[in-house]
Nanobody, 119 residues
Framework: QVQLVESGGGLEQPGGSLRLSCAASGRTLGYYAIGWFRQAPGKEREGVSCISSSGRSTYYLTSVQGRFTISRPNAKNTVYLQMNSLKPEDTGIYYC????????????WGQGTQVTVSS
């Protein structure tokens, strides 16, 4: 069993930055690929980024490519999503999820953290 807790969300102005954290308790995150998803009001949840269990492969939604960076430092049971040059359309609830791999189904979900980009 893995418990995931997201943090780092908040209100930020367009062009600003936030760093989200996904911390795990229970089984180590090292067994899993970790994905970040978001859900905007009135829209379906979409995948934003994913990092493989080894950390060697990363994937990004086209609209965040070049602005967001996912990372998982060695020896830390935490995955980060650095979000730069934020846009109002990045607003939503951001969830992290543990997956067998970045193309597989989600095994565990976090509870989500709110990100609001507005002037």
């Amino acid at each position: 069993q893995v418990q995931l807790v997201e943090s780092g969300g908040g209100l930020e102005q367009p062009g600003g930055s936030l760093r989200l954290s996904c911390a795990a308790s229970g089984r180590t995150l090292g067994y899993y690929a970790i994905g970040w998803f978001r859900q905007a009001p009135g829209k379906e949840r979409e995948g934003v980024s994913c990092i493989s269990s080894s950390g060697r492969s990363t994937y990004y939604l086209t609209s965040v490519q070049g602005r967001f960076t996912i990372s998982r430092p060695n020896a830390k049971n935490t995955v980060y999503l650095q979000m730069n040059s934020l846009k109002p359309e990045d607003t939503g609830i951001y969830y992290c999820a543990a997956r067998v791999d970045c193309s597989g189904s989600v095994a565990y979900w976090g509870q989500g953290t709110q990100v609001t980009v507005s002037s």
